[in-house]
């Protein structure tokens, strides 16, 4: 059974950084892409960034230069740290797996305010 569980969302001000994690069980990890999305309220979800199995990474123009996506294979973990965060990445934060599309988490919400 393929799941994916995240963690480390939380409450900061504008400026600072927080590190999210998500743990996935069920699949062949390390083969398979890895994507995290957002969705705040009120808007459609939104890719954020992508790692291929291979390491490469691709971002979207509003995370390039302030979020970073890695891989730990050895622990079936696929993290985003955030940085210099602002109000507007306030959001619900999911990943996802290439391999299984359809598949969600329950996502870890973050909130950037003041």
């Known amino acids: 059974q393929v799941q994916l569980v995240e963690s480390g969302g939380g409450l900061v001000q504008p400026g600072e950084s927080l590190r999210l994690s998500c743990a996935a069980s069920?699949?062949?990890?390390?083969?398979?892409?890895m994507s995290w999305y957002r969705q705040a309220p009120g808007k459609e979800r939104e890719l954020v960034a992508t790692i291929t199995s291979s390491g490469s990474t691709y971002y979207a123009d509003s995370a390039k230069g302030r979020f970073t996506i890695s891989r730990d294979n050895a622990k079936n973990t696929v993290n985003l740290h955030l940085f210099n965060l602002k109000p507007e990445d306030t959001a619900v934060y999911y990943c996802k797996a290439a391999a299984f599309p359809g598949i969600w988490g329950q996502g870890t919400q973050v909130t950037v305010s003041s």
């Open positions: 069920g699949f062949t990890f390390r083969t398979s892409g």
